[in-house]
């Protein structure tokens, strides 16, 4: 006869347990991810890479808003891109131990603002220091780059945060991980190369139409759009600005014109995100 | 026949539940009783898992109600506090050690809360626990699993093919804690594929079938209304004849 643990207790819990009270999950979740940061490669890579860049375009331009401007594609392309595959990847790879952490006394909305700020935030910050460090140590910048490096900088993290959104949103949404990684690929070409040409369609079927207004409401429907916009409009290289955000320049002006941009892109910010959070709090595991 | 003299821990009233237009539960009712052990059978895509899942708030039936302690567990989340589950899959992220995550589970639990470390003396844990997750085998993450289900002394413990991926001695060691739970007065349900298994540790058996529960009763029960000497045989007529689902509701 095998013997039997003397397991404690449990069957009166009004009399066992201490009464259920309310624990900082966000805080909880966010500290254990960022204790296991340094074991996260892809956020490791990802930062890692970014600096290096960062460093190569400082090294061979030598001028920091020369290598801010060269570093436009990596913001607008690179940043979307990374957080977008990491977010769907880490929702499959994790969606286990999302269940497991779903049967504990946490409300569904707390747990998802936890596990999607465990996922933008080291990529945000990996951004920051892959970008600010070189910046730093090349010695500080003169005061006219700062809006640039700042705008720069600024975008790269609201775009990790508009894609980690879209991320979840799609892995949610999505229950295949083959299927959600081709969905998450096709809205990243979309709103990264897809949206320019359907804007030039647009532009160049309707040429003889005043088409000032519904290029500035298209460029809304694009956070890269936006993120462009708000650093080009602080460099002097407005040739890179494209069609919707020279529009924007020439009838709002730089500040109301970032202005009405970053707007954009915080509704951007928010909207996915709060999207993903319904999906996450109706959906059956 | 078993009597229970308590009121039940769970009770389950016209469950209901379909995917994509297809019935999973269909108006299932069953009551879940403190200090007994219930295993749930069925064939694949019976329903077993959306039963658990439903229980632990998980999946959202479409009609019925879940009682948890006498109290509707719709809309709330405050009753998952006395529910250790051990899911099938033990699967961690990557960045993450054994420690993070007993500790991360004890502390969404609330600071202070006393922790039954029983199973984690007993499989040995602090051997592995501050290895990554990748680092650490099946059968090791399946042991964590184990001792994060039964660490905070629950009342009920949902455990879903528990000793799958565990060595003899690991799984030996499981038994005895699941039936360490069931005599201090846990309501254990144990799901599994391995009916010699259930055998050895069931005092009851609710056999779904189709989203409905085609037999329920005590295991003994079972033998005599099938005229079996094992619950593999048992189950397979149940499986297998409809018939005996009435035979079964009968005698139960």
């Known amino acids: 006869m095998i013997g039997e643990f003397p397991m404690r207790l449990a069957g009166f819990p009004s009399e066992v347990l201490p009464p259920a009270r309310a624990t900082p999950v966000v805080r909880t979740v966010l500290t254990r991810e960022w204790r296991g940061l340094r074991r996260n490669r892809g956020v490791l ?12 375009f400082l090294r061979l331009t030598g001028s920091a808003e020369r290598a801010l401007v060269a570093m436009l594609n990596l913001v607008l392309l690179l940043v979307p891109l990374v957080s977008m595959m990491l977010g769907i990847i880490s929702w499959h790879g994790a969606r286990e131990f ?46 006219s780059v700062w809006p640039l490096a700042l705008s720069t900088i600024g975008s790269g993290v609201a775009l990790t945060f508009v ?39 647009v532009s160049t079927t309707f040429a003889d139409y005043a088409l000032e207004r519904p290029m500035m409401v298209l460029m809304l429907g694009n956070p890269v759009d936006l993120a462009r916009t708000i650093i080009v409009m602080h460099s002097d290289t407005a040739a890179l600005m494209g069609y919707t955000g020279a529009v924007l320049h020439r009838f709002l002006g730089t500040t109301l ?29 | 026949m078993i009597f229970h003299l308590t009121t039940p821990l769970v009770s389950v009233r016209g469950l209901s539940k379909r995917f994509d237009g297809h019935a999973v539960l269909t108006e299932l009712s069953l009551d879940l009783h403190r200090g ?21 708030g998980l999946v959202r039936p479409d009609a019925g109600t879940i009682l948890f302690d006498g109290r509707d567990t719709a809309g709330r989340i405050d009753h998952r506090a006395s529910i250790g589950y051990m899911p099938q899959l033990a ?41 990554p997750a990748r680092a650490l085998s099946g059968g090791q993450r399946q042991r964590i ?23 003899p001695v690991a799984s030996g060691i499981l038994k005895r804690a699941i039936r360490g739970a069931r005599n201090a007065g846990c309501a254990v349900v144990i799901t599994s594929h391995i009916l010699s298994e259930l055998q050895e540790l069931a005092d009851t058996i609710v056999f779904l079938h189709e989203g409905r529960i085609g037999w329920q009763g005590a295991v003994l029960d079972l033998f005599n209304a099938t005229g079996a000497s094992t619950l593999e045989e048992a189950i397979a007529q149940l499986m297998q004849h409809g018939t005996l689902v009435d035979r079964g509701s009968a005698s139960a």
């Open chain 1, 45 to 56: 890579l990802f930062t890692v890479c970014t600096l290096l860049f960062a460093e190569s």
């Open chain 1, 98 to 143: 999302t269940e497991l952490l779903l049967t504990q006394p946490v409300r569904r909305s707390r747990l998802f603002l936890a596990l999607y700020l465990a996922q933008v935030l080291p990529l945000a910050s990996g951004f920051v220091v892959a970008i600010g460090a070189p910046l730093l140590w090349h010695g500080i910048p003169d005061r």
């Open chain 1, 163 to 201: 894609f980690g959104g879209l991320a979840l949103l799609i892995g949610i949404r999505v229950d295949d991980r083959l299927r959600s990684v081709v969905a998450g690929l096709m809205t990243w070409l979309v709103l990264s190369i897809g949206y320019d040409a359907l804007v030039l369609l």
């Open chain 1, 257 to 285: 014109g970032s202005a009405s941009a970053a707007l954009g892109l915080l509704w951007w910010m928010v909207t996915p995100a709060w999207l993903a959070c319904r999906a996450f709090e109706r959906r059956d595991f």
């Open chain 2, 36 to 56: 007994a052990i219930t295993a749930i059978v069925g064939p694949n895509g019976a329903g077993k898992t959306t039963l658990n899942k439903a229980i632990l």
């Open chain 2, 91 to 131: 699967r961690y992220p990557e960045t993450f050690t054994g420690r993070d995550v007993l500790s991360l589970l004890s502390e969404l639990r609330g600071k202070g809360l006393a922790r039954d470390e029983t199973l984690v003396q007993a499989f040995a844990l602090e051997r592995f626990l501050d290895q």
């Open chain 2, 145 to 167: 699993n184990a001792a994060a289900a039964f660490l905070f002394s629950p009342q009920l413990l949902l455990l879903d093919e528990p000793t799958a991926g565990l060595d």
